[in-house]
Structure formats: structure tokens, C-alpha cells
């Protein structure tokens, strides 16, 4: 398997993402194209895409913080789900990284959103029971309402406040 980072919208590989990331988040979780850009210009943003052979597995993109990793988003491709690759994926990115890494999940409310903290629960990361808003992608849309998970340990309150202003002024500005 190899990975490929797209570091613009123009990458060879930028439409494949597009296209997995528009059928793997409801809107109000995208970003627009115009923030995406935007992003891309940060240094702390990172979107590495997964292939094997000729065949986009997924992708995750993440932004790197002194303190943490925050994955923003992060999919396999539909047809491969179920087979291990996910796991596969997010253990790799984990083992190359020593920082704390942190993410959001829809909250529990069926076999679903169930089925996907245990994915991440036996990846490592552990529930953070902070009340947690996450600001609105676009205008239209408000904040919506998100578990915090962590890997080695649940985050102090300090953490969680600092990827909280992290989150307002940086990823979501």
C-alpha cells in the first residue's frame, strides 16, 4: 500500500478524495471547496490518500499541533469496508505518530454510530466525556454535537481546552 500526499486541488489524485469524502460525510461535515483550499495553504494541514495498486483505498486528513494530532476526517473507500483495512490504516498512521491523536464521532444512538466507537475503541482511543460542540462547517448549518476520543489515555481538561480553541481559531477559522 503506499500513500500519497495531496498538498493542493489540482493533485492527480485530488478527485478520487473528493469523490470519497463527498459520499462518506453528510454535508454539514465538509468542508466547502473554498475551505479546502484554504486549508491546504496551512502548514499544519495534512491529507495523505491511501492506494493500492491503481485503487484509492481512503484517506485521512489531519492537522499537526505541538501538543496533538487532530484527524479531521478520515474514510475508506465504501466497497473495501469490513475487511480490515480501516484498522489497518489508522494503526499504521497511529505507530508513525507519538503524539496524542485525537478525533470526533457522531454520538451513540444505534448500530452504526455503536459499531464505529468499538472500530475506534479497538484502535486504542479512549471516550472523553466532555460536552462537545463542533462549530459549523457552513453557514447554513449550526454546530452539532460530537463525542471526543483520544489514543493512550482520555485528555486533561487543559488538553481538551486547548484543542477546543485549536478547533475555533485554527481548523474551523
Known sequence: MKSIII???????????????????????????????????????????????????????????????????????????????????LNKFIREHSKIIILEIDPITDKISTARLRFYQKCGFFTNDYHHIHPAYRKEFEGHSLIVLSTKRKITKTEYDLFQNDLKTVIMK
Request: glycine residues 6%; charged residues 15%; proline residues 4%.
Open 7 to 89: 498538498n493542493n486541488q489540482s493533485h492527480v489524485s485530488y478527485s478520487e478524495f473528493k469523490s470519497l469524502y463527498s459520499s462518506s460525510f453528510p454535508i454539514f461535515e465538509q468542508r466547502t471547496e473554498e475551505q479546502q483550499k484554504i486549508a491546504f495553504l496551512h502548514p499544519q494541514y495534512h491529507l495523505i490518500a491511501y492506494a493500492e495498486g491503481n485503487k484509492f483505498i481512503g484517506f485521512i486528513s489531519y492537522w499537526e499541533f505541538p501538543a496533538y494530532i487532530y484527524i479531521e476526517h478520515f474514510a475508506v473507500n465504501q466497497s473495501l469496508r469490513g475487511n480490515g483495512i480501516g484498522s489497518n490504516l
